[in-house]
C-alpha cells in the first residue's frame, strides 16, 4: 500500500506481479516452499523505489540508470527480515537478461529462476496494464507480443512459455481477483 500511496500510477502493481508470478511458478511446478520465497520477492521487489526513485512509470520492465540503485535500496530495507536469504537472488537479479546484458552481466540459467520468473511478469505487468491503453484485451494482447518479441532474446524461453500457457488458461485474469496468499 506504500508503493501505491507514493506513485498511484503504479497501483496494485506489486499484487500483480506477485499473482502472475506465483502462477508462472505454478505451472513451472516450483515446490511450495519457493512459491511463497517467489510472491514475497514479488510483492516487495521494488519497494526501494520509496527511498531511490526509479525514473517514473516508463522505466517498468527494464533497466534504467536508476535501477541498481533502486534493487540496492531495496535489498538495504529487506536485509533484516527472516525470509531474506530466500528472496534475496530474486530482487538482487530481477532486471538481468538472459543475453548477458544486464548489470551484473549473468546469462541464461546463471541466473537464478526465480528472477527470471520476476523479470517475465513484471514485463507482462507493465504492458498489460499501462494507463494509455483502450482496453484490458487490447492491453493483455500487446503484453503477449511483446513477451513474444523479447523471448529468448532478454527474458528465459521456458519462462516466457509458462506464462503464454497460464495466459491462454486465463488464470493470469482469474490471478488478478484472487487474494496474493492462497493459505
Aim: aromatic share 2%.
Amino acid at each position: 500500500k506504500a508503493m501505491d500511496a507514493a506513485d498511484p500510477t503504479c497501483e496494485g502493481r506489486a499484487r500483480r506481479v506477485a499473482r502472475y508470478s506465483v502462477a508462472v511458478g505454478e505451472q513451472l511446478k516450483l515446490p511450495s516452499s519457493q512459491l511463497e520465497s517467489l510472491e514475497i520477492a514479488a510483492l516487495l521487489h521494488d519497494v526501494g523505489r520509496l527511498v531511490a526513485g526509479d525514473g517514473g512509470p516508463q522505466a517498468i520492465g527494464r533497466e534504467t540508470p536508476g535501477s541498481g540503485e533502486m534493487i540496492s535500496a531495496t535489498l538495504d530495507m529487506l536485509a533484516d527480515m527472516t525470509c531474506f536469504k530466500a528472496i534475496e537472488p530474486a530482487i538482487r537479479y530481477q532486471n538481468e537478461t538472459i543475453d548477458g546484458a544486464g548489470s551484473n552481466g549473468l546469462k541464461n540459467d546463471e541466473i537464478p529462476l526465480p528472477a527470471r520468473i520476476l523479470a517475465v511478469t513484471k514485463v507482462f505487468e507493465a504492458k498489460a496494464n499501462r494507463m494509455d491503453s483502450v482496453t484490458k484485451e487490447t492491453m493483455k494482447k500487446e503484453a503477449v507480443v511483446e513477451i513474444g518479441r523479447q523471448s529468448g532474446r532478454t527474458l528465459d524461453e521456458t519462462v516466457v512459455k509458462a506464462l503464454l500457457v497460464v495466459h491462454r488458461k486465463d488464470a493470469l485474469d482469474s490471478a488478478e481477483s484472487e487474494p496474493v496468499a492462497k493459505k
